[in-house]
């Protein structure tokens, strides 16, 4: 897999993999997973709005997957700016972490530019012939336990993506424990839908948001020690 940041003596290396579908000229990641050291530990789940940039390392690969040669394709990928930046926060957040995080999104089309995927989602949503590639069935991932859903799809409104919201956030299980930021907008802050991505677009938002979600994340990481040394 793909090496991403090391710490030495005491190394901790993190990697990534993918996996990736082409249906008809559209690129869809069906499944991704960042890993930090050796552990098969289960961490937990991140869902995100749709993949961006993220690619196979294997230039090759990659590139008879795009043309059309072959269709579906997986392996070590390389980090995109907002990979870059879950890895910053949940190693801040937690140092000795180990284990696999896995990643998901509400639909899962390959494209950086959220005006353009946004067109194309429209265009597809209801298109049966893209269905099992566009959106992941979460009941189905579920049925696995995660400790813990990290929600960072986006404060982004629109119809069809609120639409899509709504039916994964009804499928995460109550006993799973969310990590999120609500939009800070006044009509949205009630709202469980209009949650931070990651990487904001603006830079202001996006120093804002590591240092609220690190905060966020140290705090579930102290209390769950606290009840396991309870429990001793």
Known sequence: MAKHTKRNEGIVV??????????????????????WGASEK?????????????????????????????????????????MKAVVSILTRSHPNLEGILHVHNLFNLRNATYDDAL???KKICKDKNYQDALHTNFTQVFKTVF????????????????????????????????FLLNSEQLKYQKSRIHI????????????KYEEMMVYQMKK?????????KTEE
């Open 220 to 228: 579930f990481w102290a209390s769950k020690a606290l009840h396991e």
């Open 42 to 82: 289960n961490l937990g789940i991140l869902i995100m709005l749709n993949p961006g940039s993220c690619k196979l390392n294997d230039d090759l690969i990659w590139e008879k997957l795009s043309n059309g040669f072959i269709d579906v394709a997986e392996g070590s990928v390389a980090l995109d700016e907002t």
């Open 119 to 121: 067109e194309i989602y």
């Open 196 to 207: 931070y991505h990651p990487l904001p677009r603006k830079l202001e938002n996006r120093l």
């Open 147 to 178: 400790p813990w859903a990290w929600l960072a799809w986006s404060v982004a409104d629109n119809k069809e993506i609120n639409k899509r919201k709504r039916d994964v956030y009804e499928a995460i299980p109550q006993k799973v424990h969310k």
């Open 14 to 35: 993190v990697t990534a993999y993918g996996t990736f579908r082409r249906v008809d000229s559209h690129i869809f990641r069906t499944a991704a997973m960042l890993k």
